[in-house]
Structures are given as structure tokens and as C-alpha cells.
């Protein structure tokens, strides 16, 4: 089944002055317009497949292109205000035909020239447009989706008071708080992330860091050898400026804690008021 707003390979079934008319199933016919052909169109053969994407012309048609839009209906995408019209802001995604974000749809009033996450969803009439609202379309709550310190993929959409909401494999969203950013985030940005301990609300929160028994082992070995190439002591306590702290091992200040400890209880260190030393046997 065709879907507006989706990649599709169909076949070529005839020729005609104004572009190609492909095979969209049950007898039905969609035009691929000559604007979206390569010079040699006339060697796309009855029968050939082309790989095309779908939307609705003006008369709300079903229409064919060969351009590759930055995203699909049902993807959310960081895309770049071009111009503001009476119905909305036109961001450019990739397509010679702008993608719409109705008035209603915008969280915060678009600007040309800014850049914004939206999901890209079906109107009530069938067009592709963009809305900023992501929770309308995203769901929050874990609902047994996701088990706690598993690994995710995240895409930073906005920012909270409380940190950046970030989307989940494409299908949640979820808070990345202030106290576990170790490292410069900004909107539009991509990387690996967790899921965090739950919350009362149901929502869920990421963390950053690799589960604590992973990274305590990790992060234990790259003190050991930062006091080995210091001379054998560092200023960095357990009672130290978090910034301090993740400027240097780009860690929570509680990860740094908990590794310290490690090292402490397996006699490889020293804790002084203000220093931390290697330990003779370790040094």
C-alpha cells in the first residue's frame, strides 16, 4: 500500500510529454513531472523501477519525485526556517517544495534563518506538514519500552529548566537533567545516551554515562594513569568542583566519587583533605 509521504520503488508504465507516469497499484497512475527527470529520462523503460518519493500536489494528487527529502513522515529532523507565510513558517527539507509548520504547530514562534526539531506528520487533509509540538506526537512515559541503563539513541530537541528534552529511537521523549550533562550539548545534536532510573511521573530520564559499574571501572584506570603522568598527585578530591571534575575526566562529580572510592578501598590511593595520591605500590 502507497503512503503519502514515504520512499517507494514503483515501475514505469508510459511515457508522456510532461514527465513518466509510474504504477502506484489498483489501477492507479502517478506522475513523476519531467522537472524531477535526469536529461535521459527517455531511457527509463516501460517496466523500470524507480526509487521515488510521495506527496500531494496542489489538487491533491498523488505526485512522484526522485529528490531525497532530509526526512519522512514520522521522522523528526532539525530543519531550517526559509521563509514565514500567513499560514506558517516553510522550513527547507531537502525538497523543491518547502515543508509547512502551521501557526498552531510551532512551540515557539519560528524566525527565518533558525533551525528547529520537528516531527513530520499527515494533516487532516492528507499533506505533509511539520509540528514542533513533538509530545503531541512522541510519547513520554516508558510504558515497558525501554529497561533501565540500556542503551539508546538520542537526538537533542529543545531545552527545559531542567536540562534538554531529548527523542528516543525516534519514538519517545525524555529529560536529560542539568547535573548529568558532562560534556557541550546543543539542539540538533546526535549521540548514544541511557535510560535512567525511573521516575514517580512515568517519564523517563537519561543519563549520559555508561551504567556506574561500568564507567567506575573505566574511569579508575584513567585516574590511576593521569596521577601517573601528574607526579603521582592531584588537587582533584572527592570534594572538588563538579566543573573542575568533568573538565578533567569528563565525568559526574558522583561517578568521580564512586571511583575514588574504589581505588581508596583497594589501597591504590591516598584521600587527603586536598589531594589525592598514588599510593607507594601503585606509583
Known sequence: MLEIGKTHVLEVVK???????????DGEEIL??????????????????????LYLDSEDRPIATTEVPF????DCAFLTVVEKSQFGSFLDWGLMKDLLVPFKEQRVPMEVGRSYVVYLYLDVTGRIAASSYLGRHLRE??????DIREEVDLFVAS????????????????????NEIT?????GDTFKGFIGEPREDGRINLTLQKPSLEIRGELSDKILQYLKDHGGSTYLTDKS???????????SKSNYKKALGKL??????????NRVTLAGEGY
Open 15 to 25: 511515457h508522456v510529454d510532461f514527465g513518466i507516469y509510474l504504477d502506484g497499484g
Open 141 to 146: 512515559e516508558n510504558d515497558n519500552e525501554f
Open 159 to 178: 531545552r527545559s529548566d531542567l536540562g534538554y528534552k531529548a527523542i528516543i529511537n525516534g519514538t519517545h521523549l525524555g529529560l536529560i537533567h542539568s
Open 264 to 273: 581508596y578501598k583497594d589501597r591504590l590511593i591516598t584521600i587527603e583533605n
Open 183 to 187: 560534556r557541550p550539548v546543543k539542539i
Open 71 to 74: 526526512a519522512e513522515v514520522g
Open 32 to 53: 513523476l513531472p519531467s522537472n524531477y527527470l535526469p536529461e535521459n529520462s527517455a531511457d527509463y523503460a516501460v517496466g523500470q523501477s524507480l526509487t521515488v518519493f
Open 241 to 251: 568542583d563538579p566543573a573542575d571534575i568533568n573538565a578533567v575526566f569528563h565525568v
